[in-house]
């Protein structure tokens, strides 16, 4: 059957306009956080990382933002191009015992860039 | 080669037949992932290997599902008698998710491109 939960919210932006992308983590112990983007027919691609002992990244046109008190990051990109239209991931690193990590994939928004 | 090399990147299959789906990851990679990613949705998590660990299972959606890898290279994911709701994307991503003295170290996941199941 049709899995409802993931469906992808849908964000509209204006080129030109900033975007910001929104995403909830499950895991206050999480230490590690990265955003994807996924191009149509694409596997998803590394943006940004950004590791708990920091609240604020930037790199080229785009910032990530990190909220431990309330377990929220967000992604924003600055003066959005066409080229940013994409489903953004936002991913967790979690301990997940015996000395290793494992990443979880949030459900994803899908930015469209009107030109 | 240097990425995540997934095989095939197309694969139409009759309803009730066995496929299989290979997956090279990066060398090195201790981690792999698979995922299933229907037509304008999200990742839907199946699978996780992490070295010699005991595979986490909890995505598989039923028991037509099985994936094996062998020591930290290739992956194969395996559905038996598909039906036409396993059609999807089937992506896998490696990572290095090992602890470095304390810190997480650098765990970024690989994508590879996919492939493209489609059931008929």
């Known amino acids: 059957g049709e899995s409802v939960g993931l469906h992808l919210p849908t964000l509209s932006v204006q080129e030109g306009d900033n975007s910001i992308i929104n995403c909830a983590y499950s895991?206050?112990?999480?230490?590690?956080f990265i955003w994807y983007k996924q191009e149509s027919g694409k596997g998803p691609q590394f943006i940004i990382d950004?590791?708990?002992?920091?609240d604020k990244r930037q790199g080229q046109r785009v910032t990530v933002l990190l909220n431990k008190t309330v377990k929220h990051l967000s992604l924003q990109i600055a003066a959005t191009q066409p080229g940013d239209s994409a489903v953004y991931f936002c991913?967790?690193?979690?301990?997940?015992?015996?000395?290793?990590?494992?990443?979880?994939f949030g459900k994803g928004t899908k930015l469209s860039v009107i030109p | 080669g240097a990425g995540v090399s997934q095989s095939p990147s197309n694969k139409v299959t009759e309803k009730g037949k066995d496929v299989e789906l290979r997956c090279d990851p990066i060398?090195?990679?201790?981690?792999l992932y698979w995922y299933r990613q229907r037509l304008g949705q999200g990742l839907e998590f199946l699978i996780y290997?992490?070295?010699?660990?005991?595979?986490?299972k909890s995505g598989l959606p039923s028991d037509r599902f099985s994936a094996e890898r062998t020591g930290e290279s290739v992956s194969t994911l395996t559905i038996q008698r598909t039906q036409q709701e396993d059609s999807a994307v089937y992506l896998c991503?490696?990572?290095?998710?090992?602890?470095?003295?304390?810190?997480?170290?650098?765990?970024?996941?690989?994508f590879g491109q996919g492939t493209r199941l489609t059931v008929v």
């Open positions: 290997f992490q070295g010699n660990s005991a595979p986490d």
């Open positions: 060398s090195g990679h201790t981690a």
């Open positions: 991913a967790e690193n979690l301990y997940s015992g015996a000395g290793s990590y494992q990443l979880t």
């Open positions: 950004i590791r708990s002992n920091m």
């Open positions: 991503a490696s990572s290095l998710a090992y602890v470095l003295a304390g810190w997480g170290g650098n765990t970024e996941a690989f």
């Open positions: 895991n206050s112990a999480s230490d590690y």
